[in-house]
């Protein structure tokens, strides 16, 4: 079996738009366990891997379509 399969690139470009809709929502890494028992600040620094389902519950809680947050990962930064 070969290693694991990662691509750090686009870990971190998940990691920082989740951080983003946390951040515009108003929202600490708390408010977000408390709410989704998801623990946000493992995924936010860029190094965890991720189910699907993860990804989706989080959407869902920042009231986000998949394919919208994966559209805003293809789109340059506003600064």
Request: glycine share 6%.
């Amino acid at each position: 079996m070969g290693r694991p399969r990662s691509d750090k690139a686009l870990l971190q470009a998940i990691a920082a738009n989740l951080r983003k809709l946390r951040k515009e929502r108003g929202l600490s890494q708390i408010d977000v366990y408390i709410d989704t028992d998801i623990h946000i600040g493992r995924i936010e620094c860029g190094r965890t891997n991720m189910s699907v389902t993860t990804l989706s519950n989080l959407c869902n809680y920042y009231r986000i379509s998949l394919q919208d947050f994966f559209a805003a990962l293809d789109s340059p930064e506003e600064e």
